[in-house]
């Protein structure tokens, strides 16, 4: 993994904030220099994620009190961010360096979410603060919209694939959380309005290989076409079965399934987010992420 260093086109505007953002890309890079250092690579990554840990939560607090001081309007989306990422993701990811023992894998999970995020939150949502851009995370449903969509896919996966899952981030944003390589895939849906709905699955390639040594009976290798092919027909057997649990799907019709880069993906993501969008981890065998782009009147 690249060193991160912090750009200027990072600030805000406001010099409290802009320390603190120029602070945690600091402590950062120096994780990511140790993960390179097999030797101190335990040790020092586990003090360095704790530091890390605690001083995004005291970063966090300072920025909802500005937030509130300035009588932010988007404030209730923008500290939902912030929750999500000290309830769920970093815990997430805690759990996984813990059991995997710091694994190479686990560690470039908690590197590459924690950038992306990072990078991702400062350049538009901390942006938005300061007037400088507008916010992306435009649609918030509700908690128990959110709750239903992802108890919909850990029983779905579960039923489909028998693997467990559990919630990584219920605000997904592209962040390039593989530790190798990736499977994205749209499946474009037609609402009873005539409304276009694209769901975009987002894979990462072991748990893909897994899922395929399991059901073709001996081990897979590699993401070839074979294997791209029965992921797609998978896909759609995955959201059939969420549809029995999350409503959307019962007044949808599947119009087109297709194979993305994850650039073509993150394009997608370019102006605005989309409303449900969850990432998950599997127990060690990989992470996956679901995002339906649909209006939260029609779900």
Not at 177 to 192: E, Q, V
Not at 194 to 211: A, D, Q, S, T
Request: charged residues 25%; negative net charge.
């Amino acid at each position: 993994m690249n060193e991160i260093k912090w750009n200027e086109r990072l600030n805000i505007g406001v010099e409290s904030i802009d320390k603190a953002h120029q602070r945690l890309f600091s402590i950062v890079n120096k994780l990511v220099l140790l993960n390179e250092d097999t030797a101190k690579q335990q040790h020092a990554c586990e003090e360095g994620i704790k530091y890390f840990k605690n001083y995004t939560l005291k970063h966090f607090a300072e920025e909802e009190a500005y937030m509130r001081y300035i009588d932010y309007a988007n404030y209730s989306i923008h500290k939902s961010l912030h929750d999500d990422m000290r309830d769920n993701t970093l815990p997430a990811l805690e759990r996984e360096l813990n059991a995997q023992n710091y694994s190479v894998e686990s560690v470039q999970h908690f590197l590459g979410i924690c950038i992306g995020w990072l990078n991702g939150h400062i350049m538009v949502e901390d942006r938005a603060i300061t007037g400088k851009v507008s916010n992306k995370w435009v649609h918030q449903p509700s908690d128990d919209e959110e709750n239903s969509l992802k108890n919909a896919v850990i029983q779905a996966f579960h039923g489909l694939f028998r693997i467990d899952a559990q919630i990584v981030s219920k605000h997904y944003s592209g962040e390039d959380f593989a530790a190798g390589n990736k499977l994205c895939y749209r499946l474009t849906y037609r609402s009873k309005e005539k409304e276009v709905v694209p769901v975009y699955i987002i894979y990462e390639e072991r748990i893909v290989l897994h899922v395929l040594s399991e059901l073709f009976g001996k081990p897979v290798k590699k993401a070839d076409k074979t294997v791209v092919y029965a992921l797609k027909i998978l896909s759609q057997q995955l959201m059939d079965s969420i549809g029995k649990h999350f409503t959307f799907a019962e007044e949808c019709i599947l119009e087109k399934n297709d194979l993305l880069t994850f650039d073509q993906l993150l394009n997608f993501f370019y102006k605005k987010y989309p409303p449900y969008s969850l990432l998950f981890s599997t127990g060690g065998k990989g992470y996956f992420a679901l995002c339906i782009n649909i209006d939260k009147k029609t779900a």
